[in-house]
């Protein structure tokens, strides 16, 4: 007598299932298979990584020619000279300066914009689509273009820098900010405004302690943010590190142009472990 194979469901499934899960010829049904999709989004990156490198004419030959000038720049960027810090004093506190007045113009401005630009915030749709549209169209423009003009109407030095930080941290703010109001649980606000409270009043006492650790936190990356940009700015006559940079590396002293990389690095990690220490001291 012969036996016939039983399918046995697995431990869950509905009565009557197994016989559809096991299929018809005794033996689980196939995972689809992937590796074809696979090959061919890896095939289609592989192509257009080709083309953008065909279209801005790399070449291979070039770089392995001029190796031995990147060896000689690389040699001195590893030997600093530190003799030349005291020249670099004067430079380096005008960044900061800039970072610093920039960073509490721009955050200051992008608090109110950041309630207007949220919708959780605003209830006026027109208002709301205005504000977007006009924090999108500053944030697309990048800093060194804010800096460029700046210098053009307003002259080189740092007033044409912090005018384009200014700008420049406001759409990043308002970016941020807005997100994370759109984010936050809304009950107190609802329960301020079923009180009888404005939209005003409810998003102060509402929603703007909910979003005061972020609006901090944002703050400070914000400054971080500026102490780096300082320094690129400066390359078009905007103030700060960014023109010693532009004159060292007119003369090829790249030993000089290391120094100021570590002083840019030194100031960079201090600003990171104070915002570690915020964040930490936000939570408890």
Same mark, same amino acid.
Request: net charge neutral.
């Given at each position: 007598?012969?036996?016939?194979?039983?399918?046995?469901?697995?431990?869950?499934?509905?009565?009557?299932?197994?016989?559809?899960?096991?299929?018809?010829?005794?033996?689980?049904?196939?995972?689809?298979?992937?590796?074809?999709?696979?090959?061919?989004?890896?095939?289609?990156?592989?192509?257009?990584?080709?083309?953008?490198?065909?279209?801005?004419?790399?070449?291979?030959?070039?770089?392995?020619?001029?190796?031995?000038?990147?060896?000689?720049?690389?040699?001195? +960027?590893?030997?600093?000279?530190?003799?030349?810090?005291?020249?670099?004093?004067?430079?380096?506190?005008?960044?900061?300066?800039?970072?610093?007045?920039?960073?509490?113009?721009?955050?200051?401005?992008?608090?109110?914009?950041?309630?207007?630009?949220?919708?959780?915030?605003?209830?006026?749709?027109?208002?709301?689509?205005?504000?977007?549209?006009?924090?999108?169209?500053?944030?697309?423009?990048?800093? +060194?273009?804010?800096?460029?003009?700046?210098?053009?109407?307003?002259?080189?030095?740092?007033?044409?820098?912090?005018?384009?930080?200014?700008?420049?941290?406001?759409?990043?703010?308002?970016?941020?900010?807005?997100?994370?109001?759109?984010?936050?649980?809304?009950?107190?606000?609802?329960?301020?405004?079923?009180?009888?409270?404005?939209?005003?009043?409810?998003?102060?006492?509402?929603?703007?302690?909910?979003?005061?650790?972020?609006?901090?936190?944002?703050?400070?990356?914000?400054?971080?943010?500026?102490?780096?940009?300082?320094?690129?700015?400066?390359?078009?006559?905007?103030?700060? +590190?960014?023109?010693?940079?532009?004159?060292?590396?007119?003369?090829?002293?790249?030993?000089?142009?290391?120094?100021?990389?570590?002083?840019? +690095?030194?100031?960079?990690?201090?600003?990171?472990?104070?915002?570690?220490?915020?964040?930490?001291?936000?939570?408890?």
């Amino acid at each position: 007598m012969t036996t016939l194979p039983i399918a046995v469901p697995p431990a869950g499934d509905a009565p009557g299932t197994a016989g559809r899960a096991f299929g018809e010829h005794g033996h689980w049904p196939r995972k689809p298979r992937t590796w074809p999709r696979t090959v061919v989004i890896v095939a289609v990156i592989c192509a257009l990584t080709a083309w953008s490198a065909i279209a801005i004419q790399v070449d291979p030959a070039t770089l392995i020619r001029n190796a031995h000038n990147a060896s000689n720049t690389l040699v001195q +960027l590893f030997q600093p000279d530190y003799t030349f810090i005291p020249d670099t004093a004067d430079a380096l506190l005008e960044t900061v300066q800039m970072a610093v007045i920039g960073t509490a113009v721009s955050v200051a401005l992008a608090l109110p914009i950041s309630f207007v630009a949220s919708r959780v915030t605003n209830p006026s749709t027109v208002v709301l689509g205005i504000a977007r549209f006009i924090m999108n169209v500053v944030r697309s423009i990048p800093d +060194l273009l804010y800096a460029a003009v700046f210098v053009t109407v307003i002259g080189t030095g740092a007033i044409s820098g912090v005018f384009a930080l200014v700008l420049f941290d406001l759409g990043i703010m308002v970016k941020l900010i807005s997100e994370a109001l759109d984010g936050l649980d809304r009950g107190g606000q609802e329960a301020a405004l079923a009180s009888g409270a404005t939209w005003l009043k409810a998003d102060r006492i509402a929603m703007l302690p909910e979003v005061a650790s972020s609006y901090i936190s944002q703050t400070i990356y914000v400054f971080e943010l500026n102490i780096r940009a300082s320094t690129v700015i400066g390359l078009v006559g905007a103030g700060g +590190l960014g023109m010693l940079i532009d004159k060292v590396r007119t003369f090829y002293q790249y030993h000089y142009l290391s120094t100021i990389i570590l002083e840019v +690095l030194v100031i960079i990690l201090a600003l990171e472990l104070l915002s570690s220490a915020s964040r930490k001291r936000l939570l408890l």
